[in-house]
């Protein structure tokens, strides 16, 4: 391996200089009028593929922006990596916040300002520079490879799911790859293994026909605003456990050592609290903060209304009132499932004085690679000798819904490698990526080739 | 009396034709641009009164829309009546849904449809008529009589209390009479002797400085709907009695002769729900729905709002939650007492978690003179005489603050002498009054003041 890093450390200037022409291409899938120019960043991307030695290069058309794939399948007998990553980015607004323009990706403090710098074309190319050092210094990669990259992420990858089942069989890898999320903290290089899942509902209560006169009607009949609070009230316990018989049926415990690596982190709950300004933290008894968020489920209410919200009073008993209400889920909850738990329990709670209606709306399944998955650790192994630091496992406490796609259609785990930080602004004006995350990410990446070229294809070390 | 009730039953037809030039006036106290019509109308009364035999007839300027006063003092050693109505009426938008013009007073069906024939210019001229029959045929009233007629009842009497407060000893009586109420049912004449009070809240709850995704943090932090489901919910308990500590310590309880008295009353319950389009009726255990509509305090959750509110899904965790509430008082609750006990369990039972902020918005005491007052069975024998029918005692659940005002400021009970109906449309389009019930009324205001006459002044029958 030292030739390839050897190379990758010769080539980090022309490396920065390339990846700076990638940044310029504005791919902003979310505007009509960036059409051409999402085309012209796949036809780059598909380019520099077929420069740095990638095989069977092609743009997959879709109705929507193209995918491009590539592959390299020389490795006979070595692991297949399926790498994902998309080359679309958000939009710039609000562009006067930006403090360079963010299609002319710029240097500061040891940072690249761009948008797509870390979100993702920067860590997309961060894997193009790492196949590169191979291909020039060995002719070859360590293992198989299978990339597809696509244009629709920032805009919800609504052909993604298609594309994947249209091509089960020619994507058939060992490991999916994707770099396309923070590391724990600056200096604190990590691999995610874990998401959470979601399901989420639309309550909506109806009491009487029309709204009531508080004064002539109250007393006589039920109020869907407070009917509605105690429903929601119900949810939960005093100790922020859910309530909805069954549903922790299935979820599958922390394991012992999780709790002890995660309680070595260097998390400081009062500089969390403050930073959220909550006059105190509150989750699930028992379970630490980091543990709540990453590994266990919630009930939220993320909207409620009903009744009279503008300025002054108004006397009205509501006719209807509505709340927004979803959990996320963990290994190993079924969103369907949950779904079906919670809608009876609704129903069973609810009192015969008002209607209730109960929308399901979307949903995703929660995912795990365990962390002492071998390919979870090649990729521990990987980052510590691209950053020098032995990485921290952990999960979050979000969904990324590719990641249970891949589980579910193609059966395949996944390793989320990234390199970027928690304040890289991905959706915000002034994106960045770290210079040196970038740099240790390639070298992290050549390793990660190899580090999976030594695993057994059935997963074995 | 037969003389007075000859001239009423004689004049009937003028009597419509008189009350229909009255109708004909646009005195909506809401629309500036009906200033000058407000202004006429105030002319036309007091032109009136004058001509039926009232003295000290004069327009008591305010700052909005002047007050018409007017007394007759002759009956020396009888009580005295301050009888209050008002001259100005409701908008009449939307004005397509009027089937004749809101202000040419039309008769269909018996009655006499246009704005301000119920609430409240009919009710006013029904005493003008009662009076003016007394004065041409005896020369004189049997009891004294002072009237207050605002017109400013429809946008909030904002000057109504400085003119009492102002002219308290000028008011002094020793009853007030008001007709700006619907009877309990067509054909079933009553005494309404009891209203509720009311304090009304906002409560504002922050969990953080800003909205959160419930991905990323869900766990970790109190939810703002969630605490406010959780507070609304500690309001009541399942029987439907309030939890608010001391709430009901000064609730006076319902006599036995009033509740069987309710009893009696032709209240059908399905009839009632099927109106309102409830699945079921609710309300506090151990009463009836008229006896906790009229007679039992409320606590309502009038509107509340927090989060993602609109179409679809949003994954939030709303850094503010808000609810507005009130609570219906009945004797001999008061609202500022109930106001600091609400605000002192709103305290200890909100958790630590979130900034809580309860705001008092506005408020009212609740009013009642016993069913067996003098004056109260008086007005029962006077409507007897006046309907041919035994009149049943009810209180109602609404607020009429102006009742609240003269039992504190002039020590007065008040007499609700109401010949309206509850389908009446007083606000909406298509106001109305029973031609029967106007002609009723005069007999039996004529009668009141006859049954006034004969009550000692301090009470006594």
């Known amino acids: ?61 879709t109705p929507g922006h193209p995918i491009v794939y590539g592959d390299w399948l020389g490795a006979e007998g070595a692991p297949t ?42 860590q997309v190319f961060m894997h193009f520079k790492a196949i590169e050092a191979h291909m020039k210094q060995n002719g070859k990669l360590p293992v198989n490879m299978k990339i597809i990259l696509e244009g629709e992420e920032e805009v919800g990858s609504a052909n993604l799911d298609n594309y994947i089942k249209d091509n089960k069989d020619a994507l058939g890898a060992d490991v ?7 590391m724990f903290d ?6 995610c293994y874990g998401l959470r899942g979601l399901v989420y509902f639309q309550i909506d209560l109806r009491g009487t026909k029309s709204d009531l006169h508080s004064g002539s009607f109250g007393g006589a009949v039920a109020n869907p605003n407070m009917v509605l609070a105690q429903i929601l009230s ?30 070595k982190l260097p998390f400081n709950e009062t500089r969390y609290r403050k930073e959220l300004g909550a006059p105190k933290l509150f989750g699930e008894s028992g379970y630490s903060t980091l543990e709540r968020v990453w590994a266990r489920p919630t009930f939220e209410v993320n909207g409620i209304l009903g ?36 809608e009876s329990y609704v129903k069973k709670i609810a009192p015969k004085t008002v209607e209730v209606k109960v929308t399901r709306m979307h949903g995703g399944k929660p995912w795990m690679t365990e962390f002492d998955n071998p390919f979870v650790q090649a990729a521990g192994r990987a980052i510590e000798k691209g950053f020098g630091k032995t990485p921290v496992f ?65 997963g074995g070390g």
Not at 317 to 340: F, T, W, Y
């Open 307 to 342: 009744g009279f919200t503008g300025d002054g009073a108004k006397t009205v008993i509501p006719a209807v009132a509505m709340a927004k209400v979803s959990m996320r889920l963990v290994p190993n909850q079924d969103p369907d499932k949950i779904a079906e738990l919670f």
């Open 176 to 182: 999916v790859v994707i770099s396309d999320s923070p």
């Open 186 to 191: 600056r200096g604190i290089p990590s691999i």
């Open 1 to 61: 391996m030292n030739n390839v890093i050897d190379f990758i450390n010769t080539n980090r200037d022309r490396y920065l200089e390339e990846l700076k022409e990638y940044l310029a291409i504005p791919s902003i899938s979310a505007l009509p009028e960036h059409a051409a120019d999402v085309r012209r960043c796949a036809e780059w991307t598909a380019a520099e593929m077929t420069r740095i030695g990638m095989q069977n290069v092609r743009l997959e058309e």
């Open 234 to 263: 119900q949810m939960k316990d005093k100790g922020g456990r859910i309530r909805i018989p069954g549903f922790y049926d299935e979820v599958k415990e922390l394991r012992e050592e999780e709790r002890a690596e995660w309680k």
């Open 81 to 122: 990596i399926l790498f994902y990553g998309h080359y679309d980015v958000q939009p710039v607004d609000p562009l006067e916040l930006w403090e360079s323009p963010p299609f002319e990706a710029t240097i500061r403090d040891g940072e690249i300002y761009a948008r797509g710098s870390a979100d993702d074309k920067g």
């Open 394 to 458: 952990n999960r979050e406490g979000g969904s990324i819904p590719v990641v249970a796609t891949f589980q579910e259609i193609l059966g395949l785990p996944s390793v989320l490698f990234g390199v970027g930080l928690p304040d890289e602004n991905a959706h915000a004006p002034n994106e960045k990526l770290d210079l040196n995350n970038f740099h240790g990410g390639v070298i992290a990446s050549a390793y990660l080739y190899d580090e999976v070229a030594g695993i057994n294809k059935d």
